[in-house]
DNA sequence: TTGAAAGCGATACCAC
DNA sequence: GTGGTATCGCTTTCAA
């Protein structure tokens, strides 16, 4: 049986409320007493309770913000259905879970946001974010000033952030080299189609494809390498184009969104030899596979990213951060028409 | 804010004893009151707290006892890993799990081992065990006394379990079939290697990767279907003899254990281009992808069968059955070099 | 600075 | 049959 405040009271010869006093930290305490107790504690190896902690905290209600620029992007939608899970297995306990959209990735409009989360009391947040200066600051104020962040999908390391939850992007592109590898051993010309240069993720697949084929020793050219902005009508243009003009392609690396779009423009023009690299297990991607238009997809599993991201709040307030809480780092998924 | 027993007892002006003893259908209460209150409860939309349950119910401890033939099995190491996952997150709510090993399959043996369980006072267990009648009927009267059960990796379904936990093998034998149709478009002249003909999930791998070869319209001739009972000594010898007569073998089917031994076979007779499908994550087979000589193998998250098991046995007991437990399937995964 | 006591929600047990 | 009460582990007053 584990041991309890009470035991540790006994044993020290204080009352409960002292040892709890001594157990967070709060002043107004005896130092001397201070120390004793906390020692005592180390050497009896406590471990709070959470169901006593829970049912005692239930007075104060704990709210989470979570911050996402999902309008737009459908990709998001499986991030929400995982914040939504963890709320619902945690409304037990007091919890709920306020989701904030945003569209797109100006900087500007997330700043805005995020200073407008830090004034909302939150008990804890998960971001996603752009990694750049002056949002590492902002959440720097939120972190330094006791409030857990978590970063989710997309990490901003010096942040003061507990943990990044989310995927490793290099490893997804080595992945989706080492498909290719599987299905074709020839000379590939490539037609990289990104979603924005500025997002590190989107850079970080384009480098772990590039390192794969390299490693699984499979000559390639990069025809182009265009910018889609995560847009289908973008994409299909595009890659239409450069279609018509550069008749030898054999595989086009979709980096983000924009996979329906320069699907649609390989079919239009027949060129169905073409390999088309995608990720993510958006609706319409595994619509073409199960056409057989698209042979496979990497996914990231976006619904366990959402759910670990607040979990991970919620454990950090339970156990006070005393667990250094590390990186949760989602599997990256193979998906055929068989397994999906 | 949630209704709780409290509130329920001051509108149906009874005490929380009698609400309590309502709630769970206990005896010596009124007809007449407790149909007044459950209907109550049910109209405020009652929803037991599991904090406060957990906390009353730390008094008595709970121990879920846990059926596994691991013993020379190096799969099922996950599986326990699992077990001990849900374990040590439970542990505050005075959860304790035993761990009964046994070898092999042999129906007395298990049989035995759970007669002894069914005696231990367990408050629920996770079988992972042969489907047969005479097993069935000993479950099921582990069930009906009240204990729940859980099948774990392979399923029983007439015992009266609450739910399986585990893969879908018909799914992972197609998609070995669909990962074979993207490597290669040629007729196939297959050599499997079944572990046992008396297991179910063996044969189904098998049926699923049929089916899946017909889908994928892969034209293919099964050369020889050999039993090794997991066995990598009687796997290689078997393979060997058969590569050694049929020079015309594609590809290995190794449903279950024994991947190593058919490696073996394959790189002494330097056999190279034949394409080995493997199913699971053991290190022998991790090693053998990364040096090239398989190209993927097949998983089926057997840590997470594990911890689900547990998780699911403790929330019946939280929730009381209420919720009529779904079987929990676990993703059919797909593991190339890449993305281990 | 500290102790004592109330309370979170559910359960168990003892009276009546 | 039913009500009252102590209890689980922890937090939070309110006195002292």
New binding site residues.
């Given amino acids: ?9 006994a044993a020290a ?12 930290n709060r ?8 120390r004793q107790v906390q020692e005592l504690a180390d050497r009896m190896g ?15 209600q704990i709210r989470f913000g979570c911050l996402l620029p999902d309008l737009g992007n459908p990709f998001f939608e499986k991030v929400i259905d995982g914040f939504k899970r963890a709320e619902s297995e945690l409304k037990d306990y007091g919890v709920t879970v306020d989701i904030i959209h945003l569209r797109g990735f100006t900087v500007q409009v997330h700043i805005d946001a995020i200073k407008k989360m830090a004034t909302a009391g939150y008990s804890g947040m998960c971001l996603t974010t752009l990694d750049v200066p002056e949002i590492q600051k902002e959440i720097y104020t939120i972190t330094h000033s006791g409030v857990p962040v978590v970063s989710v999908n997309t990490d901003i390391p010096d942040s003061g952030r507990i943990c990044y939850v989310g995927t490793d992007y290099i490893k997804a592109g080595r992945t989706a080299a080492g498909m290719l590898s599987l299905i074709s051993k020839e000379r590939q010309k490539i037609l990289i189609v990104s979603g924005s240069f500025q997002i590190r993720g989107h850079n970080e697949r384009i480098k772990g494809f590039k390192t794969g084929l390299e490693e699984h020793k499979i000559a390639y050219d990069i025809v182009d390498t265009v910018e889609a902005f995560d847009d289908n009508e973008d994409s299909y243009k595009l890659t239409r184009d450069i279609l018509i003009s550069h008749s030898e392609i054999t595989s086009i690396f979709v980096v983000a969104g924009g996979v329906p779009g320069a699907y649609r423009a390989v079919k239009e023009l027949q060129r169905n030899t073409i390999i088309i690299l995608a990720f993510d297990e958006l609706p319409e991607i595994k619509q073409a596979i199960k056409e057989g238009g698209i042979g496979f997809t990497i996914g990231q599993e976006p619904e366990l990213q959402g759910y670990t991201g607040v979990m991970r709040l919620f454990s950090w307030l339970m156990e ?1 951060g005393k667990n250094q809480s590390h990186d949760y780092i989602t599997q990256t998924i193979i998906k055929i028409a068989d397994n999906m």
């Fill in positions: 049986m584990a041991v309890t405040i009470k035991e540790i009271a010869g204080v009352s409960r409320g002292t040892v709890d006093r001594v157990l967070h002043k107004d305490v005896n130092p001397d007493v201070a406590y471990i709070p309770n959470r169901a006593g902690k829970i049912l005692a905290a239930r007075k104060q006070e």
